[in-house]
């Protein structure tokens, strides 16, 4: 278990769709705790796995004090919406007004294995629908209105961290996933 390095915007794993796991093993178990300590180091509410490199479909949150992972999530979202602030580990110091269900059903999988169903109102429906957007390579800019991306899109060019992971010039990589997804390793 440990501290893992948190992906930046502009790194192509955010942008890569997740693939489902398959192996609820010791290595998914270790995930988990590597997305959930580096969460509550950041700290942050939620941590989805590319967000750490990791291009698979799980995530983490911490709200209201409590945690939880889900695997292999699909979302069952209510009519009603809301436009609040929400923000991403993936981009530092950028907040904007973004558009959510208000109410979510989560349904999935523990790191056991067995189905869970997640019910999230408000802040825990946003941080469901942020980290299931990650699993999907949607980023939370993706969501914004037309003004607010151009205004987001305006801040993170002129962002200190932005232009340093440019300047450093290496590729980010993405890591290999562990498990054998439909005989190939992805
Ligand atoms: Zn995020």
Redesign the pocket.
């Known amino acids: 278990m440990s501290i893992q390095e948190i992906r930046l915007f502009g790194d192509p794993v955010l942008l890569t769709p997740a693939a489902p796991v398959v192996d609820f093993d010791k290595e998914l178990r270790n995930l988990v705790a590597d997305l959930t300590e580096t969460m509550l180091d950041a700290p942050g509410a939620?941590?989805?796995a590319p967000?750490i490199g990791v291009p698979l479909r799980v995530f983490t949150w911490i709200v209201e004090e409590e945690l939880g992972h889900l695997i292999n999530p699909v979302l069952d979202l209510g009519s009603e919406t809301e436009d609040d602030e929400e923000g991403?580990?993936?981009?530092p110091e950028l907040r904007y007004n973004t558009p959510r269900s208000l109410q979510v059903v989560a349904k999935g999988f523990n790191m056991f294995g067995e189905p869970i169903v997640v019910e999230g109102t408000e802040f825990l429906a946003r941080a469901l629908q942020?980290?299931t957007d990650?699993l999907d390579g949607i980023?939370?800019i993706d969501r914004l209105s037309p003004e607010n991306r151009k205004l987001a899109m305006k801040e993170i060019r002129e962002s200190e961290w932005f232009n340093l992971q440019n300047e450093s010039g290496n590729t980010p990589k993405i890591k290999e996933s562990p498990h054998t997804i439909f005989g190939r390793n992805t």
């Open positions: 939620g941590l989805a967000q991403c580990l993936s981009f942020h980290e990650h980023l939370f």
